[in-house]
């Protein structure tokens, strides 16, 4: 007879490890998304006002009145373009900054993005950013966290397991997303 | 194990090399020769109303939660048209504000009331911060491009 229950442990415990690293990551980025409402999971913006002198009506040409801006505010960063939404706003983009100025009132709005190193890489994998191969990679992971799920139910035998006090945990967990849609769509309950 | 380890360390190292080389790329590839002027778009938008364009700008603004629109800028002052991507197939990414962008994609209309004008106004001034004056909103008809494709240097 084959032990089919010996079997199914060990691929359990491989591919486990395997999926561990993922698993992880999935989860992680699983909360920071979940909270999209509330704040920025690829991000830290950070916002903030300085005023310099107005400059209504410049003789420079745009180039050199972006530098004087730079130069007035102390941004020293590596300039990449800048665009004139209307007459009286000037948008500098400088690497990590945005800046925009109101020429006409001397107000300066700056927005500095610092990337959320791991969190935001997470995010990357676990909402398929880069597509292709990572595309096929993901579909692996989840059918090897299929096949965890339900080797899992499977690992022991007798009175914790699935004739047991399995059965009732993963009714419990079955329920669970059920009883949330009947609550959800049919007001039931 | 070890040696399989380090072959796949360095293709990943290999692969993000190529995808850095000759800017990035995002959705699906180009395939309209082409480019269209912002301007053009902008002047007569009923006339490229379903079609598909080709369309060069410095990305002034990006979509800072879910990277789901660029706005670029116009070949002429003060004009800028918005790229709309459907949400998770294209992450434009916020570093490439600042950064000229090449797109393809399909100019559309939309139209909006009075109702969905405030709505969509207030949306705009909660995302950005600004304030939020409801007695200069009306109903409007305004034109963005459904983003296919883009590659950003």
């Known amino acids: 007879m084959i032990k089919w229950r010996k079997w199914i442990r060990i691929l359990h415990r491989d591919i486990g490890y395997i999926a561990a690293g993922l698993t992880v990551i999935y989860a992680i980025s699983g909360i920071a998304v979940n909270h999209v409402a509330d704040w920025n999971p690829n991000y830290s913006i950070e916002k903030s006002v300085i005023k310099i002198e107005p400059i209504p009506d410049s003789i420079l040409t745009s180039r050199e009145l972006v530098f004087s801006i730079l130069k007035k505010i102390g941004e020293k960063g590596k300039l990449k373009s800048s665009f ?11 690497e990590g900054n945005t800046i925009e100025v109101d020429l006409k009132s001397g ?10 190193t ?3 890489e997470t995010n ?3 909402l398929n950013a880069p597509k292709e191969i990572w595309t096929f990679v993901a579909d692996i992971f989840a059918v090897a966290l299929g096949f965890l799920a339900i080797s899992g139910l499977f690992m022991i035998k007798g009175k914790k397991g699935i004739t047991g006090r399995g059965a009732w945990l993963t009714a419990l967990g079955i329920l669970i997303p059920i009883v949330f849609l009947l609550i959800y769509y049919y007001k039931i309950f | 194990m070890q040696r399989l380890f380090l072959v796949l360390i360095g293709l990943s190292f290999f692969a993000s ?7 990035n790329k995002y959705g699906k590839k180009l395939t309209v020769k082409e480019k269209t002027k912002i301007s053009a778009i902008l002047e007569k938008p009923k006339d490229f109303i379903g079609k598909k364009v080709l369309v060069e700008g410095t990305v002034v603004d990006v979509c800072k939660k879910r990277g789901c629109w660029i706005e ?33 994609g399909e100019v559309y209309e939309i139209k909006l009331s009075k109702e969905k004008a405030l709505e969509k106004a207030k949306h705009e001034a909660e995302e950005h911060g600004t304030k939020f004056d409801p007695s200069k909103i009306e109903a409007t ?10 590659v950003i240097k």
């Open chain 2, 17 to 23: 090399i190529t995808f850095c080389s000759d800017g």
């Open chain 2, 72 to 104: 670029l800028a116009s070949d002429k002052p003060y004009q800028k048209i918005k790229v709309k991507v459907n949400d998770g197939e294209i992450v434009f990414p916020l570093e490439e504000k600042g950064k000229t962008a090449l797109v393809e």
């Open chain 1, 124 to 126: 990357f994998l676990h």
């Open chain 2, 141 to 150: 008809t305004y034109y963005q491009i459904k983003g296919l494709g883009a």
């Open chain 1, 118 to 120: 791991l969190i935001r």
């Open chain 1, 107 to 116: 107000e300066v709005h700056q927005e500095k993005v610092t990337s959320r």
């Open chain 1, 84 to 94: 004139s939404p209307d007459p009286n706003t000037l948008n500098i983009f400088v």
